[in-house]
């Protein structure tokens, strides 16, 4: 589809494009995400989810959940790649065990740690602006990702405070109970988002469960910092 190759070249020349002047819906616009994936030739590293907390939909006027998919290259964050990059604080899980149904999100083992996380989006739409068909199919503005050291998983590590710091002064303030009301639920929601989009979740893929709080511009030569209280720091 046109949409997907206009998205991939956006990311390429860091040049960003108009919003489909076409609507289309919520599945079409999950396989112009999987035909950019295609094109970008690489693996998946994991999946990510979307808009889980009211800070982030409030900020992006968007109301449903969103899946993404993760590649291996986005681990490797260069503020130089990208076009107007954002960043935010996330949970992220390591899944224990192939998830292709909701049941199998249940079983002991989907996840075996948990970390914190960093995510940068970088949407390739003018302005940072687009509607929930829009965002899903440039993959939910899905740009970069680093993950602290992981602990093993405690299901009962939900209720935590996030502490965003950029440049040594806190940005945002909230706790990993924003998400979804309890984090826990993401893997439940990823693998119902993923059944529907026809993806199975592999062993060992990462799961970013959405970010806590709104995002921030991501500057360069910027000192990022998240820290979950008992999971720990990461920093960019
Ligand atoms: C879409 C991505 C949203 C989150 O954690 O809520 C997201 C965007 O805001 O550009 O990653
Ligand atoms: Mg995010």
Known sequence: ????????EAALSRTPIPQPVDDF????????????????????????????????????????????????????VDVAKYIHPRVEPEVAYLVGRRIETVEDALRPG????????????DSRYENFRFSLESVIADNTSAAG????PWKAYDPDDWNLGVLFEIDGRPVHVGSTGAILGDP?????????????????????????????TPAEPLREGARVQVEIQRLGKVVL
């Not at 589809?1 to 991939?8: E, F, I, R």
């Not at 990702?145 to 602290?148: D, E, H, L, P, T």
């Not at 929601?189 to 970013?208: D, H, N, P, S, T």
């Open 25 to 76: 819906d919520v599945a079409t616009a999950y396989e112009i995400q999987e035909e950019l994936l295609t094109l970008r030739g690489e693996p998946l590293s994991g999946v990510k989810l979307g808009f889980t907390s009211e800070g982030k939909r409030r900020q992006m006027g968007v109301n449903d959940l969103i899946l993404g998919r993760l590649t291996p290259s986005m681990a490797e």
């Open 184 to 212: 826990r639920r993401a893997v439940v929601e990823a693998a119902r988002l993923a059944v529907q989009v026809g993806l199975a979740i592999e062993e060992g893929a990462l799961l970013l469960a959405g970010a806590a």
């Open 1 to 8: 589809m046109k949409l997907a190759q206009a998205l991939h």
């Open 110 to 121: 989907a996840v075996v740690a948990v970390a914190a996380g960093l995510e940068v989006i």
């Open 145 to 148: 990702y680093a993950i602290g």
